[in-house]
């Protein structure tokens, strides 16, 4: 059997009194995309955010290629700065909102990781940068300001500069969640094209007919724990758990979002 390219192992996450993560273990091969599905506040962003050391896990492990960290709650002892940014950067993160520099154009965005951090040449660093913004279809949008980008258009912009770092795995936090329903397709279709080319990528999203499609497996989050997870055919097509099914049922009362068949 193959090595996974994440291992969670018994994950822990408190703020103040309140234990948002229990217990997390999940797996996720190389070239797999997985889907975080749940009620919010049951953790998903959570997880996300500890997978990327954006937020600092109370105890277990975390495994990201070949990168491990192991987290004793006040007895950890976290690497330097430079190793925990390299582990960070094993994983890229695409935020709900899109934090591009408004000073800096979609392709100086896309530019600046690889040369301030992977400390690129500036002539590598923009081919790359205009290979990536052909890639989600804005090489034509290279020398815009983000002002002058469409929500959807800054989101693809924020997935190029996830992928100049040339991460490992990809991690997106409800990608879509603040556009217009109008530019949410744009998206998707950037997602779902890099999933045919093999890139491992875990989703937080509520879009749960693009989860049944492009997903590999589907984790349903409740309450801080994983309640079920499997193949989608399963897990959204026939779920076994009474929360699952009780998640679910909400979005065939909306009408225009049944799920697919």
Do not use: W
């Amino acid at each position: 059997m193959s090595t996974p390219i994440i291992s969670i192992k018994g994950l822990r996450k408190s703020f103040a009194n309140q234990e948002v993560l229990k217990d997390i273990n999940l797996q996720v091969d190389r070239g797999q995309v997985v889907a975080l599905i749940g009620p919010s506040g049951s953790g998903k962003s959570t997880l996300l955010r500890c997978i990327n050391l954006l937020t600092i896990p109370d105890g277990g492990q975390i495994t990201v290629g070949d990168q491990s960290l192991t987290f004793q709650g006040a007895h950890t002892r976290l690497p330097s700065e430079r190793k925990l940014a390299n582990f960070r950067a094993s994983a890229g993160m695409v935020f709900q909102h899109f934090n591009l520099f408004p000073h800096m154009t979609a392709l100086q965005n896309v530019m600046e990781g690889p040369v301030t951090v992977l400390r690129r040449p500036k002539k590598e660093a923009e081919a790359l940068a205009r290979d990536l913004l052909k890639k989600v279809g804005l090489l034509d949008r290279a020398d815009y300001f983000p002002d002058k980008l469409s929500g959807g258009q800054k989101q693809r912009v924020a997935i190029a500069r996830a992928l100049a770092m040339q991460p490992a795995v990809m991690l997106f936090d409800e990608a879509t969640s603040a556009l217009d329903p109008e530019l949410v397709g744009e998206v998707l279709n950037v997602i779902k094209g890099l999933a045919r080319d093999g890139m491992t990528m875990i989703l937080v999203t509520h879009e749960i007919g693009f989860a049944k499609e492009v997903a590999d497996q589907v984790v349903f989050m409740r309450d801080g724990v994983v309640a079920e997870s499997g193949p989608p055919e399963v897990v959204i097509g026939n779920p076994q758990n009474e929360a699952t099914r009780a998640f679910l049922a909400r979005f065939n009362r909306v009408p225009g979002s049944e799920l697919p068949a």
